[in-house]
């Protein structure tokens, strides 16, 4: 009977051992070739330190992120660990969009917020990043307009530290190809361009 | 004892007996399947012209119509003799070639030469409509355009009329190999002689021609007009399914002109479509004995055709530039900061044209999303800001340039993406529509629009651009490190199961070589992992 019970352990052991998902740091090159059931895990806690409420200022034009981090949401075929947003931009005094009603808004999915991602960005990665440390990672965040839902827009996202003052670089940028419809807006309504926020 | 006697000589002649009936039971059966065999495949240049009759009759034909077409472009055509779908049936047989027009009319064209009793041949251009898939449409019933006494003159007549009556299905077991198509009619498949299991294949039957239209009379018969190419079709009581290789046409009318060179056409049969059926190759003069089945051009032909437009060198008034002008443009953008790239517009009746797209970001290009515009190309640039090949968003607007586009010839073989970069000039094309066409779901749901939690846009792109990171040489090296064959092979894989559950998209991965003078098509051996490259002017 002792015998039966090892014998299925072992077996229990062993099914349940396959059955768990592959674990993949953030940003590590080896990947499988079938993605199913990966997790892409921020094994070193690097998205962290970009949690938090940011503001751009630029005279009457603002933009004010929020972001929080979310681990192992699954997006229907892999887990991943990312950060999740909204934003809010203000152009010369009129509010062009305020997406931050939808952070804490339950009928909106991990997958429709307007900021997510967790793409990560190495120092010599294009665009080279000359302000980094060497083993410094930025991200690449989706950002939507759902204003222009034809356009892909990113955003590629640096923490930094000046004086003891927690502040994040982003470049808003297209990505990939885009139908533009005729006579529709080429941009984003918050212009492609590098922005300075500071946390709140 | 006598009885028992009796019994032992009487044995052996019931035994015998019941061999010699069944005999003749088999001698009957193997008549019957005789006559009911019908054998139909693909056959090629070398088969083909050793029938001097028909190798005659094609080369008088290409003579003629060369001579034609001198005076008419819009009349000329190509019968294409390299392969042919050869069908035959006890004493009849059939090739059914396909027909290529310089200039698209939107049909698919075949030409079917049949054998009559003297040994020679009549021949007939029968024109199938199209659905958008560039699938046959079988709720149009195909125009028949018999050539009497081929007559060159009436091969490029104006009125063209339609003469169908209905249709009958029949069980086939699939005898063939992979090659040839070989098909043994047989009433109850899993019993015959099959080593695939049946097949369906669907006649159409013609009708008797026997009344007179004048040539301005298109009203009856669903008439054509050859000039402007546009196939008025009729409707028919299909529902046809069938893929290429399994429709089968009974095809010509059997008295197609009158002496004075007038066309007939029959009004009486169309009503008449249940008795249609007894028709089919029996003995009645009034019925047609042609049997047909479609030949299409292979996708992978069609495309590399569409392709090798682009490398065509043909002079455009600024500031639109051939495809070619565009991609050499392209070609030398590679170190620009920004995408570059270019519209593809198609204009009837014209060579395709490449508009400039104005962009200002380093990783978007921006398409104008007009009516006319079924493709484009741009770059992935060299400073290690894209990947050397293209991506899944490139991928999605394939399918986005396939649906907006509301131009003439809108067949898949039509739409193109380019992606210019350091390591080659990639086109990636649509090789089955319909699978290519359950991407819609993925297109359709940037921002998980249908709110399942899943954003099925945004993970199509993803899935695809982590395969790639891994050649990215290091995580920290400015240089892209994959060779082309690496970039290559994760693209091949992607496309032929992009979920992780074997579905394939539908669309095929050509290179152009470094002059630019030809595309290879590349697929992936799965066997052996290699990359395999296949001249497109194979």
């Given at each position: 009977?002792k015998?039966?019970i090892?014998?299925?352990?072992?077996?229990v052991?062993?099914l349940?051992?396959?059955?768990?998902?592959?674990?993949?740091?953030?940003?590590?090159?080896?990947?499988?070739?079938?993605?199913?059931?990966?997790?892409?895990?921020d094994?070193?806690?690097?998205?962290d330190?970009f949690?938090?409420?940011?503001?751009?200022?630029?005279?009457?034009?603002?933009?004010?992120i929020?972001?929080?981090?979310?681990?192992?949401?699954f997006?229907g075929?892999?887990?991943?660990?990312?950060?999740?947003g909204e934003?809010?931009?203000?152009?010369?005094?009129?509010?062009?969009?305020?997406?931050?009603?939808?952070?804490?808004?339950?009928?909106?999915?991990?997958?429709?917020?307007?900021?997510?991602?967790?793409?990560?960005v190495f120092?010599?990665?294009?665009p080279?990043?000359?302000?980094?440390?060497?083993?410094?990672k930025?991200?690449?965040?989706?950002?939507?307009?759902?204003t222009?839902?034809?356009?892909?827009?990113?955003?590629?996202?640096?923490?930094?530290?000046?004086?003891?003052?927690e502040?994040?670089?982003i470049?808003?940028q297209?990505n990939g190809?885009?139908?533009?419809?005729?006579g529709?807006?080429?941009?984003?309504?918050?212009p492609?361009?590098?922005?300075?926020?500071?946390?709140? | 004892?006598?009885?028992?006697?009796?019994?032992?000589k009487?044995?052996?002649?019931?035994?015998?007996?019941?061999?010699?009936?069944?005999?003749?039971?088999?001698?009957?059966a193997?008549?019957?399947l005789?006559?009911n065999l019908i054998?139909?495949?693909?056959?090629y240049?070398?088969d083909?012209?050793k029938?001097?009759?028909?190798?005659?009759?094609?080369d008088?034909?290409?003579q003629?119509?060369?001579?034609?077409?001198?005076?008419?472009?819009?009349?000329?055509f190509?019968?294409?003799?390299?392969?042919?779908?050869?069908?035959?049936?006890e004493?009849y047989?059939?090739?059914?070639?396909?027909?290529?027009?310089?200039?698209?009319?939107?049909?698919?064209?075949?030409?079917?030469?049949?054998?009559?009793?003297?040994?020679?041949?009549?021949?007939?251009?029968?024109?199938?409509a199209?659905d958008?898939l560039?699938e046959?449409?079988?709720?149009?019933?195909?125009?028949l355009i018999?050539?009497e006494?081929?007559?060159?003159?009436?091969?490029l007549?104006?009125?063209?009329?339609?003469?169908?009556?209905?249709?009958?299905?029949?069980?086939?077991?699939?005898?063939?190999?992979?090659?040839?198509?070989?098909y043994?009619?047989?009433?109850?498949?899993?019993?015959?002689?099959?080593?695939a299991g049946?097949?369906?294949?669907?006649?159409?039957?013609?009708?008797?021609?026997?009344?007179?239209i004048?040539?301005?009379?298109?009203?009856?018969?669903?008439?054509?007009d050859?000039?402007?190419?546009?196939?008025?079709?009729n409707?028919?009581n299909?529902d046809?399914?069938d893929?290429?290789?399994?429709?089968?046409?009974?095809?010509?009318?059997?008295?197609g002109?009158?002496?004075?060179?007038?066309?007939?056409?029959?009004?009486?049969?169309?009503d008449?479509?249940?008795?249609t059926?007894?028709?089919?190759?029996?003995?009645?003069s009034?019925c047609?004995n042609?049997i047909?089945?479609?030949?299409?051009?292979?996708?992978?032909?069609?495309?590399?055709?569409q392709?090798?437009?682009?490398?065509?060198d043909?002079p455009?008034?600024?500031?639109?530039?051939?495809p070619r002008?565009?991609?050499?443009d392209?070609?030398?953008?590679?170190?620009?900061?920004?995408?570059?790239?270019?519209?593809?517009?198609s204009l009837?009746n014209?060579?395709?044209?490449?508009a400039?797209v104005t962009?200002?970001?380093?990783?978007?290009?921006?398409?104008?999303n007009?009516?006319?515009?079924?493709?484009?190309?741009?770059?992935?640039?060299?400073n290690?800001?894209?990947?050397?090949i293209?991506?899944?968003?490139?991928?999605?607007a394939l399918?986005g340039?396939?649906?907006?586009?509301?131009g003439?010839?809108?067949?898949?073989?039509?739409?193109?993406?380019?992606?210019?970069?350091?390591?080659?000039?990639?086109?990636?094309?649509?090789e089955?529509m319909?699978?290519?066409?359950?991407?819609?779901?993925?297109?359709?749901d940037?921002d998980?629009?249908?709110n399942?939690g899943?954003?099925?846009?945004?993970?199509?792109?993803?899935a695809?651009?982590?395969k790639?990171?891994k050649?990215?040489a290091?995580?920290?090296s400015?240089?892209?490190?994959?060779?082309?064959?690496?970039?290559?092979?994760?693209?091949?894989?992607?496309?032929?199961?992009y979920?992780?559950?074997?579905?394939s998209?539908?669309?095929a991965?050509?290179?152009?070589?470094?002059?630019?003078?030809q595309?290879?098509?590349?697929?992936?051996?799965?066997?052996?992992?290699i990359?395999?490259?296949?001249?497109?002017?194979?």
């Amino acid at each position: 009977m002792k015998k039966y019970i090892t014998v299925i352990t072992i077996i229990v052991c062993m099914l349940s051992c396959k059955a768990q998902s592959p674990i993949i740091p953030l940003g590590d090159r080896d990947v499988p070739d079938n993605l199913n059931g990966v997790y892409f895990k921020d094994v070193n806690n690097e998205l962290d330190k970009f949690i938090g409420t940011w503001v751009y200022q630029n005279g009457d034009t603002s933009l004010t992120i929020e972001l929080m981090k979310k681990i192992q949401v699954f997006n229907g075929r892999w887990y991943v660990d990312e950060l999740l947003g909204e934003y809010k931009y203000i152009e010369n005094g009129t509010e062009l969009i305020n997406y931050l009603p939808r952070l804490t808004d339950p009928d909106i999915n991990d997958q429709q917020h307007s900021i997510s991602g967790n793409k990560v960005v190495f120092p010599l990665n294009s665009p080279i990043c000359t302000d980094c440390n060497p083993t410094e990672k930025r991200f690449i965040l989706y950002f939507r307009d759902y204003t222009r839902r034809y356009l892909n827009t990113e955003i590629l996202v640096q923490h930094l530290e000046d004086n003891g003052l927690e502040k994040i670089k982003i470049f808003v940028q297209g990505n990939g190809p885009v139908l533009l419809p005729e006579g529709a807006p080429e941009t984003p309504t918050v212009p492609y361009g590098e922005y300075i926020l500071i946390k709140q | 004892m006598k009885q028992k006697i009796f019994k032992l000589k009487l044995l052996p002649s019931v035994l015998l007996l019941f061999i010699l009936y069944g005999c003749q039971r088999d001698t009957i059966a193997q008549d019957t399947l005789q006559k009911n065999l019908i054998t139909k495949k693909r056959v090629y240049q070398n088969d083909i012209t050793k029938n001097t009759k028909v190798k005659d009759f094609i080369d008088s034909i290409d003579q003629k119509i060369i001579q034609k077409s001198q005076d008419n472009r819009t009349h000329s055509f190509n019968v294409l003799t390299d392969e042919a779908i050869y069908i035959e049936k006890e004493n009849y047989h059939s090739y059914t070639f396909l027909i290529q027009r310089p200039n698209v009319n939107g049909l698919l064209e075949n030409l079917v030469l049949s054998s009559i009793d003297n040994g020679a041949y009549k021949a007939t251009i029968i024109q199938y409509a199209l659905d958008s898939l560039s699938e046959i449409d079988h709720m149009q019933q195909p125009n028949l355009i018999p050539l009497e006494n081929f007559n060159v003159d009436n091969l490029l007549a104006k009125d063209i009329y339609t003469c169908q009556d209905g249709e009958i299905t029949i069980g086939f077991a699939y005898i063939g190999n992979a090659d040839g198509i070989l098909y043994e009619e047989a009433g109850d498949c899993i019993n015959a002689n099959s080593n695939a299991g049946c097949d369906t294949i669907r006649y159409w039957i013609p009708c008797h021609t026997n009344e007179t239209i004048d040539e301005e009379d298109n009203s009856s018969g669903g008439s054509n007009d050859a000039d402007d190419g546009n196939n008025s079709g009729n409707n028919g009581n299909s529902d046809g399914n069938d893929s290429d290789d399994g429709n089968t046409v009974g095809g010509g009318g059997s008295s197609g002109n009158n002496d004075d060179g007038s066309q007939n056409n029959d009004n009486e049969d169309n009503d008449d479509s249940n008795n249609t059926d007894n028709c089919f190759m029996n003995n009645d003069s009034s019925c047609s004995n042609e049997i047909t089945s479609p030949v299409q051009e292979r996708t992978d032909k069609k495309n590399c055709n569409q392709l090798n437009k682009l490398l065509e060198d043909y002079p455009v008034s600024p500031p639109l530039k051939s495809p070619r002008a565009a991609i050499v443009d392209l070609k030398n953008k590679l170190s620009s900061n920004n995408e570059e790239g270019y519209s593809f517009v198609s204009l009837s009746n014209s060579n395709p044209k490449a508009a400039l797209v104005t962009n200002t970001n380093p990783y978007t290009i921006n398409y104008k999303n007009a009516p006319n515009v079924y493709g484009g190309a741009h770059t992935h640039q060299n400073n290690n800001k894209k990947h050397p090949i293209p991506s899944g968003g490139d991928i999605l607007a394939l399918l986005g340039f396939s649906q907006q586009y509301n131009g003439p010839f809108a067949e898949p073989s039509l739409f193109e993406h380019i992606t210019v970069t350091a390591q080659g000039v990639y086109a990636i094309k649509i090789e089955d529509m319909q699978k290519f066409l359950q991407l819609l779901s993925i297109l359709n749901d940037r921002d998980d629009a249908n709110n399942d939690g899943i954003d099925e846009f945004l993970n199509f792109d993803e899935a695809l651009a982590t395969k790639y990171q891994k050649y990215d040489a290091n995580d920290n090296s400015e240089t892209i490190a994959g060779s082309p064959t690496e970039y290559q092979r994760e693209f091949l894989k992607f496309i032929a199961d992009y979920d992780g559950n074997g579905s394939s998209i539908g669309i095929a991965l050509y290179k152009a070589d470094s002059a630019l003078t030809q595309w290879n098509k590349l697929t992936l051996n799965d066997n052996t992992n290699i990359v395999e490259s296949t001249p497109c002017n194979n």
